[in-house]
């Protein structure tokens, strides 16, 4: 065969498959695109965007109200620091310190947070970092309370800002089980999109909104 038809039919081939990707709207130029676009995503956005980020995880769901404030975008602060204030305290941190503190009105089920790797030494009192605890399933996000060090190793305590104490495995949390900081809040509530399809095997009080929840927030 010569070059010429060679090129030719890599030509038509690719002709075919741009129309079949973009302009094709059959079931099969549909499940097309959606293909490239699950492989482009998996394989090409978040490998990427993990190296440029540090962290194996760069975009997290939050799959629980534990860090959730009442009226979430729109929270009072003052009203809510009012009916946490002695669980902080109790942590030496007062109002003025914490209104510095990164999500500082928390944020609810269903955001997706933007996440970056981040040395142990440069984690502060505040930071909303996520980390593996074991026995876990999936990875928690809470804010930090505590810092010490041992033998050279960071050790860290978090609490959820919703919840009344701190979990059993929230003390002493290893430098080697944080996966990152997280920094901002990308979309409120297009995690939802992914979450709705497990909202069955929580709890039933665990279900739905957290606006909807029996929560101390």
């Known amino acids: 065969m010569s070059e ?3 090129e030719s039919k890599i030509k038509k081939f690719f002709k075919r498959f741009w129309f079949i ?16 676009i699950f492989i482009f995503i998996k394989f ?23 860090m959730y404030h009442t009226g979430n975008l729109l929270s009072d602060f003052n009203a809510w620091w009012q009916r946490h204030e002695t669980k902080y305290t109790s942590f030496g941190i007062n109002q003025t310190e914490f209104s510095h503190f990164s999500f500082v009105n ?12 981040v040395s142990p030494k440069d984690i502060k009192i505040g930071n909303v970092i996520i980390f593996d605890p074991p026995g876990q399933s999936t990875p928690v996000i809470h804010r930090v309370i505590n ?12 609490i959820g800002d919703s919840n009344n ?13 944080i996966v990152g900081k997280a920094v901002f809040r990308i979309a ?21 909104f957290c606006a909807n929840q029996n929560l101390a927030s």
Do not use: H, M
């Not at 104490?165 to 089980?177: A, M, P, T, V």
């Not at 409120?188 to 739905?208: C, D, H, M, S, T």
């Open 44 to 66: 090409v956005f978040f490998p990427v965007l993990s190296l440029t980020t540090g962290t194996s995880l760069p975009l997290a769901i939050v799959e629980s109200c534990s």
């Open 106 to 117: 928390g944020f609810s089920k269903g955001d997706i947070l933007f996440i970056v790797g």
């Open 188 to 208: 409120p509530f297009i995690g939802w999109a992914k979450l709705i399809f497990y909202e069955n095997q929580k709890p039933v009080n665990q279900r739905g």
């Open 165 to 177: 104490g701190q979990l059993s495995f929230e003390n002493g949390i290893s430098q080697n089980e």
């Open 21 to 36: 990707l973009w302009k094709d709207n059959s079931l099969k130029g549909w499940l097309l695109s959606l293909l490239i």
């Open 4 to 6: 010429e038809k060679k």
């Open 147 to 158: 810092i010490t060090q041992n033998n050279g190793v960071y050790y860290f305590s978090t």
